[in-house]
């Protein structure tokens, strides 16, 4: 398959097993389109993209090369990145052999939201934006593809879900892995009991997983980046390039490094919540509990890993295990499985797979966000499971912080007869913003 493009047995492939894991896999459903609570159906589906770091230049390329798919506008607080997007428009579209239409660009995305032309949002801002954004964009009725994780706050999370149902929109979490054949291969032999009763999951998401408090060094807000905005709700931290990576345009020089928003309590959550919204979410898609959640999580404590126990006995260590790749390794009373990005093995000759490296894509994830909006029905990873998948990230983060045992109730959605970790399910906003 070439880089630019999909091939036809490629999409057919992955998305044809897509599609049957919505009836073979209990954790994958779709949304009946008779009747169908969304809005109207787009067959020219035109795409405005609100926060375009690094990212989102990955997410543009998908999602032009998907036909009929038009990126129309920009929303960004840095003046340079949006006019690095309109040029990556333009090439795009050059290499294609298609006319150029510049995409209007905005610094406040609510006026991007406001216009009438976008049918979609694409949102790839920091964390401590998602949930916003999406909320406003579920009050403009426009489609959304939000990157993971859902949200920066367990309450942002419930607020989001509301929003998505109560205004008939599609919402797509980025969590990509869901549409490669590997990963829907092992959660469906796990839900199908193939591997016989599950006593442990084992979840690597890299070494030193919860985020720290904010230590970097003041420096000098860089000329067309609007520092307020791209607070926002949270706190007044000073400005540090690592942030928000610098760019320039002439001669061309893009981030150097992803955003180290991620790596701070202030505004991120760590890589519990980087890769915890890709790999914790694999381990209860298969547990079947990805509309649920854990009962107890138990912070790390000498050699013990930090746990989240489920109802069914169940236990999801974070630890690392192997060769120490970011992964998920199934654990059950017939055998094993283990499972990461381009990687699938198992105790079970006969559950094996094929390990061509197409089969293990997730190109058509996008193709799938596509295509539920045309149609009108749910995504592979819908708003319910992205706040669920998120929830266990956070409370592990919770735990954490608090170092000691909690109580989950995954249903109501709160720590049980435990005022203080409640107290960390939300924040105050700052310059005047709520939900």
Known sequence: M???????????????????????????????????????????????????????????????????????AAADVYAIKRERFALRVQKNLTEAGKPYVAPKLYEDYRELLANP????????????????????????????YLEKPLTFTIKEGQELVKAVRENGVVLAVGSMQRAAVNFQTAAMHVQRGRLGKISQVLVHVGDNPHPKPYDLAEE??????????????????????????????????????????????????????????????????????????PIEVIPASGDQPLTYRYANGVEVLITKFDEGRQGVKFLGEKGWIKVSRGNYDTSLAELQIGKEPENFSFGAHHVDFIDCIRKRKDPIVPVEVGHSTCSACTIGNIAHQLRRPLKWDPIAQVFKDDWEANSKLHYVYQRGLSL
Not at 40 to 54: S, T, W, Y
Not at 119 to 142: E, G, Y
Not at 264 to 272: C, F, P, V
């Open 117 to 144: 032309e976008v049918d979609a949002v694409v949102i790839a801002s920091p964390d401590h934006w998602h949930a916003l954004m999406a909320i406003d964009a579920c009050r403009a009725k426009k489609d959304i």
């Open 2 to 72: 070439s880089g630019n493009s999909f091939s036809r047995r490629k999409f057919l492939s992955t998305s044809l097993l897509t599609t049957a894991g919505a009836s073979l896999i209990p954790g994958l459903s779709f949304a009946s389109s008779d009747s169908s609570p969304f809005q109207p159906a787009h067959e020219r589906v035109r795409l405005g993209f609100i926060g375009v770091g690094r990212q989102a230049m990955g997410l543009l390329n998908n999602f032009m090369r998907i036909p009929g798919v038009e990126a129309v």
């Open 220 to 293: 000098a807000i860089p000329s067309g980046l609007n520092w307020e905005k791209w607070l926002g709700p949270i706190p007044t931290l000073p400005f540090n390039d690592l942030l928000n990576p610098g760019i320039s345009l002439n001669p061309e020089k893009n981030e150097s490094a992803w955003g180290a928003w991620r790596w701070y309590q202030e505004t991120g959550g760590g890589l519990m919540t980087d890769w915890g919204a890709h790999m914790i979410d694999i381990a209860q898609w298969g547990l079947s509990m990805d509309r649920n959640g």
